[in-house]
């Protein structure tokens, strides 16, 4: 008769907790799903020294309904999942892996720990990951990528310290070719041939299209000029430029849908636009960040169709 009992106060709990259709988070950038924990990072909001941004990173537990603070002042917004059990997050100089039961120090062998972490970064197809560093005294930055806890390739670029905007690395992965941006620089890392191309150094923005990439660059009379670049052939196509976009107007976004990457571009935080078949078409409909077949995640709008920061949370 107990065991009767607590299997139905455990349906209960989980009942409750899984019969919301949706979650809203008004406030946060959903990373990932581990474990029945919706992970998403915050900005600190007891935190403001006029030039830094730090954040919070948290998982919403979806059985008990409780919000758990995973850590707090940190410089980067990104973690990687690295099963379905578990995550790794950088802070300070420490890569540090977090399931519900255990946080603790991660590690590979070699690595310099004496650096501190501007990003991380993982390719699913491969399952390498990416760390990169910086050398703060000398200008420049180390990038590392590791598989089995073992580095296969390494390179060092110059970086601008007296620039904050961009220092952070923008990551992003798709078969064997890992894509980041810094600052300016837009790289290649052919993870078969371990071999690294600067595709610009004029990026502003960049996203990753099937098998392809789009990006950005720089012009001179205050507007960019969009490509699509071929990573096999290196061949490049110039986008279709009907959006008119400025340095400050626009931000291009990734999405994964059903393991699809679709980017999107938001204008002025409304207009929003997805890019299909070499051109950018605009939608009204609200934006999903991320879909399978048990959930998806769309971005959060204000009463008059404004994209700020925050998330909502679906169930099927």
Not at 276 to 291: F, M, S
Request: hydrophobic share 40%.
């Amino acid at each position: 008769m107990k065991n009767i009992q607590f299997l139905f106060i455990l349906f209960c709990i989980n009942f409750n907790a899984f019969s919301q259709k949706q979650l809203i988070f008004e406030s946060g950038y959903f990373n990932c799903l581990v474990d029945n924990h919706i992970i998403y990072c915050d900005y600190m909001k007891d935190f403001d020294d006029g030039e830094n941004i730090l954040y919070t990173l948290n998982a919403y537990d979806l059985i008990s309904g409780k919000n758990i603070l995973i850590d707090s002042e940190l410089l980067i917004n990104n973690c990687i999942k690295l099963s379905d059990t578990c995550i790794i997050y950088a802070k300070n100089k420490d890569l540090i892996h977090w399931s519900k039961n255990k946080k603790e120090i991660y590690t590979y062998k070699n690595r310099n720990n004496k650096l501190d972490i501007l990003g991380i970064g993982i390719n699913n197809d491969t399952k390498e990951l990416i760390e990169v560093q910086i050398y703060p005294t000398m200008n420049k930055i180390l990038i590392t990528i590791v598989k089995n806890k073992n580095i296969i390739f390494q390179f060092v670029d110059d970086l601008i310290i007296e620039e904050i905007e961009g220092r952070y690395p923008i990551i992003d992965a798709f078969d064997n070719f890992f894509v980041i941006q810094i600052q300016y620089d837009l790289y290649l890392i052919d993870l078969y041939k371990l071999e690294l191309k600067k595709i610009t150094d004029k990026c502003s923005a960049f996203a990753v299209y099937e098998k392809s990439i789009i990006y950005y660059e720089y012009g001179n009379n205050g507007k960019t000029e969009g490509y699509i670049f071929d990573p096999i052939t290196n061949f490049k196509n110039k986008i279709d430029s009907q959006l008119s976009i400025t340095y400050s107007a626009f931000n291009i976004i990734n999405t994964n849908q059903n393991n699809i990457k679709i980017p999107y571009c938001i204008k002025m935080y409304k207009e929003v636009y997805f890019f299909d078949e070499n051109k950018w078409v605009k939608t009204n409909d609200n934006i999903i960040i991320y879909k399978n077949d048990k959930y998806y995640v769309e971005l959060y709008k204000t009463n008059d169709n404004t994209i700020k920061n925050g998330f909502i949370f679906h169930f099927y």
